[in-house]
């Protein structure tokens, strides 16, 4: 496989529920995003990891915990969502982590619907 | 308050003819434009990017205009065609500023055959 992929490609879970989504990139990029995208918003940044640190972290509350074991995996760890939270939540990369200047690949997403 | 805007939620135009989608800034500290394109059930591609030390850049059918006194860019697509339908995104970075790209909410672009 090549690119950004993510899993699931969809997401129904309660409120209570614990769950995960997965990154992965195949471009050998060193740098990995969270995006979340709710209706009718724009794109807004959560996190960025860059050598596996995270480097930026835009003020997400902690019921959204991200893990980047490698530089090829990113995590994003879910727990007590609320229903405000449903969204699409994209992923992307980029050779460097050196800035926004780099292109980020972005991968499909994961829609997620917190009931 | 958004920092970037595309105040056209969407557009319709006929194949052949030419699309321009429009970005408005208030940031005048931005220092560099790119457009994304999405089309559905997939991420967010990069298109073309400008810097805000230029005031165009072209690449194939696509243009970007940046007229930084009015803090507004746009991307023109010459000639349209069919497949250019799609969901279109500005995103503004500025130096000094993290990883951070800011992105407008994404214009929807339909070119009818």
């Known amino acids: 496989e090549t690119g950004v992929t993510q899993t699931p490609r969809h997401l129904v879970m309660g409120m209570t529920n614990k769950k995960s989504l997965k990154c992965e990139q195949h471009?050998?990029?060193?740098?990995m995003y969270w995006y979340k995208q709710s209706a009718k918003k724009p794109l807004e940044l959560m996190f960025v990891?860059?050598?596996?640190?995270?480097?930026e972290n835009n003020s997400v509350p902690s019921r959204f915990s991200p893990e980047c074991p490698n530089s090829s995996h990113l995590f994003l760890h879910l727990h007590t969502l609320q229903p405000e939270d449903s969204a699409l939540y994209l992923c992307a990369s980029s050779q460097e982590g050196g800035g926004a200047r780099e292109t980020q690949y972005f991968g499909p997403g994961t829609r997620l619907l917190v009931l | 308050d958004q920092q970037v805007k595309q105040n056209s939620p969407s557009l319709s135009v006929q194949e052949g003819r030419i699309s321009i989608l429009n970005c408005d800034y208030t940031?005048?500290?931005?220092?560099?434009f790119l457009w994304y394109k999405k089309y559905p059930a997939e991420g967010p591609t990069f298109l073309i990017s400008?810097?805000?030390?230029?005031d165009k850049n072209e690449d194939g059918r696509f243009t970007v205009f940046l007229n930084k006194s009015a803090k507004h860019l746009s991307l023109h697509i010459v000639p349209s065609q069919p497949g250019d339908s799609a969901v279109y995104f500005c995103a503004a970075y500025r130096n000094n500023a993290g990883n951070m790209l800011t992105f407008g909410g994404g214009t929807r672009l339909m070119v009818k055959p």
């Open positions: 940031n005048s500290m931005f220092d560099y």
């Open positions: 471009l050998g990029h060193n740098a």
């Open positions: 400008i810097s805000s030390i230029k």
């Open positions: 990891y860059s050598l596996e640190e995270r480097v």
